[in-house]
């Protein structure tokens, strides 16, 4: 039996940590007709996460992780004042070529992972911390405070540890992958590793 290819996510927050393991298996099932087994999570906190140097070694304890097909997928909030260019980052952040032996894919959420939760917000109506009228914004990517934002829809406060698994385990992809580009880039992204297109856009 061929084995799964390997994702090995590097994050930013202890909520991440719970939550990207099961985004990464849904959109591998759900979005391309796949499967992969995703590592464990390797948090690099926000300062160490904007260094190259820093990430570059997270990025070789992870593709240790990676003993065959698959790769490392480092995902990092893009909410910082003097970002400009989620793609252009993401090309800076790349770590050098022939750093690690296996794909390494950047993904930076456009302003917030949180974003990604406004994208698809009426998915999460069946939380039952989320209101009845929770509805998608126009362009959930176009300013920061996304934490916030989505706060407003809730009845009670926003906590990563608590509620961002849950979300992530509610989200409809489909609407989210629709509404955010930066989404799309990290289903992109994981298309890459898993080695074979999209199956369906719809």
């Known amino acids: 039996m061929t084995p799964l290819p390997v994702v090995a996510p590097i994050v930013e927050g202890h909520g991440e940590m719970q939550a990207v393991r099961g985004l990464i298996t849904r959109i591998a099932v759900e979005l391309c007709g796949g499967w992969a087994e995703v590592a464990q999570p390797f948090r690099l906190d926000a300062g160490k996460m904007r260094k190259p140097d820093e990430l570059a070694k997270a990025v070789r304890v992870q593709a240790a992780r990676v003993p065959g097909a698959g790769g490392v997928l480092a995902l ?8 400009t260019c989620p793609v252009e980052l993401a090309r800076l952040l790349a770590p050098a070529p022939g750093l690690v032996g296996v794909p390494v894919e950047i993904v930076i959420a456009r302003q917030e992972y949180e974003s990604w939760f406004l994208a698809a917000a ?3 109506r ?5 209101r009845d009228d929770a509805t998608a914004p126009a362009d959930p990517e176009a300013r920061r405070g996304a934490k916030a934002r989505l706060e407003s829809m809730m009845c009670e406060s926003y906590k990563e540890t608590l509620h ?3 979300f992530s385990a509610l989200l409809d992809l489909r609407a989210a992958r629709e509404n955010s580009r930066s989404f799309r880039r990290m289903v992109h992204a994981i298309e890459t590793l898993l080695g074979h297109p999209e199956v369906s856009s719809a």
Request: proline share 5%; no cysteine; charged share 40%.
């Open 76 to 83: 990092r909030d893009g909410d910082d004042s003097d970002i």
């Open 126 to 130: 069946d939380h039952p911390s989320v």
């Open 164 to 166: 961002q698994a849950k």
């Open 122 to 124: 009426e998915s999460l």
